[in-house]
Every structure is written in structure tokens, then in C-alpha cells.
């Protein structure tokens, strides 16, 4: 499989920090895991309309990058994006990747990978809202089931 996300350049050299997706070593796993995985249910609602296989990251980052984080350690941040929303990507150990990038196209060369706030999963941004927690917890069923 080829990569275009952000930092996949060296993201084989982040290592998983448990077992529980046997599968999955490094990021790179994880998207050729998800890539299977990734559907208009669990894009984020505002966004599935312009969901399409094509564009199977479109609305994904935020439970992309927690269960990043759940997987191989690290911090969530966000960045802010053209429409007022933010933006979530991993940082483990120096290397900073974005499962989901490729949804901004042409747009992902401008997005800053620097100076973003930490975000944190239990925050009214993210798991407060319950129908994102229910498509974290999709994708890790699914991903259970895969591996």
C-alpha cells in the first residue's frame, strides 16, 4: 500500500505500546487496518454527505487519533481548521502523524503541525459529545474484529 499522510515518512519507527490489536506494530498498520474499516458511520455527521470512498478520512480524525493513542501512547493535538472546527493528529515520541490528513487533498500541504493545544478525549470537543464516543467505539470493535 502506498502512504500520503502526514508523517508516514517515519512512522514506522513508532512502535505499538501494547497488544491488544496483535496486527497493528506501527501507524502504518493502523491505516492499512482502518483503511478497511473507515465508512460514512463513522465519519462525523456534519461531514457524511461528503463522505466517499475516495475520501475514506473525510470526518474521522478525532477518533482516528484517540485510538491512535490508545495503541502507541503519545498526545492528541488540534488544530484550528477553515471552518471553525479543529483538526486531530497524533505526536509519540518526536514523530508526529496524521492518520487523516489525505481528507484535505491539495489543502493538507497548509495545514501546522506546530504550536496546536493538547487535546483531551473526555473534553466537550470530543467524548462528552456521546455519538462521537459511539463511533470511537465502532472503530475499535472493528478493529478487534480484524485483528
Known amino acids: 500500500m ?3 499522510f502526514y508523517g508516514w515518512q517515519t512512522a514506522g519507527e513508532v512502535k505499538a505500546k501494547n497488544s491488544i490489536y496483535r496486527g497493528v506494530v506501527t501507524p502504518l498498520d ?11 458511520d463513522t465519519c462525523a455527521p456534519r461531514m457524511r454527505k461528503e463522505w466517499t470512498e475516495e475520501n475514506r ?4 480524525c478525532s477518533i482516528t487519533a484517540f485510538l491512535a493513542q490508545d495503541i502507541f501512547g503519545g498526545l492528541v ?3 484550528p481548521t477553515d471552518n471553525g472546527g479543529v483538526h486531530c493528529y497524533n505526536e509519540v515520541d518526536g514523530h508526529i502523524f496524521d492518520l ?3 481528507q484535505f487533498g491539495e489543502k493538507a500541504d497548509t495545514l501546522c ?3 496546536n493545544q493538547i487535546q483531551e478525549r473526555e473534553s466537550q470537543e470530543h467524548f462528552g459529545k456521546e455519538e462521537k464516543r459511539q463511533r470511537y467505539e465502532y472503530l475499535k470493535k472493528q478493529l ?3 485483528y
Do not use: K, R
Not at 493502523?30 to 460514512?40: K, N, P, T, V
Open 77 to 79: 493535538y488540534a488544530m
Open 100 to 102: 487523516t490528513s489525505e
Open 30 to 40: 493502523l491505516y492499512d487496518a482502518l483503511s478497511a474499516i473507515w465508512c460514512a
Open 144 to 146: 478487534l474484529i480484524l
Open 2 to 4: 502506498s502512504y500520503n
Open 57 to 60: 478520512t473525510l470526518g474521522q
Open 113 to 115: 503541525y506546530e504550536g
